[in-house]
């Protein structure tokens, strides 16, 4: 059974940090394009962060582009999003995807093939 577990959502101040990690299992996700997409109370889930399987191409949506970082560690089959610098507008449920067989990194959600059921974080202000 194929399965992404995404950790590391809370409950942190503005300005705090933290880490969110995603581990997946049932298939091997090396090869895989693989995003953070995140979705706020009332709003539409919205791209986040991706990363290519080597991690040699990264994309980040304006809104979080020099707070956020995203990273991957294939022998470990785990992706990662650093969250820095937190605002109350980044609290939201936060998903981890991949998508298949060597292809770019995508921001759009239909390119994702396997989902984690999400993490919740909360910034308060």
């Known amino acids: 059974q194929v399965e992404l577990v995404e950790s590391g959502g809370g409950l942190v101040q503005a300005g705090g940090s933290l880490r969110l990690s995603c581990a997946a299992s049932?298939?091997?996700?090396?090869?895989?394009?693989m995003g953070w997409f995140r979705q706020a109370p009332g709003k539409e889930r919205e791209f986040a962060a991706a990363?290519?399987?080597?991690?040699?191409?990264?994309f980040y949506a304006d809104s979080v582009k020099g707070r956020f970082i995203i990273s991957r560690d294939n022998a470990k089959n785990t992706l990662y999003l650093q969250m820095n610098s937190l605002k109350p507008e980044d609290t939201a449920v936060y998903y981890c995807?991949?998508?298949?067989?060597?292809?770019?990194?995508?921001?759009?959600?239909?390119?994702?093939?396997?989902w984690g059921q999400g993490t919740q974080v909360t910034v308060s202000s």
């Open positions: 995807a991949a998508r298949g067989g060597y292809s770019l990194p995508s921001y759009y959600a239909f390119n994702y093939h396997y």
């Open positions: 049932g298939r091997t996700f090396s090869n895989d394009a």
């Open positions: 990363i290519c399987w080597s991690g040699g191409s990264i």
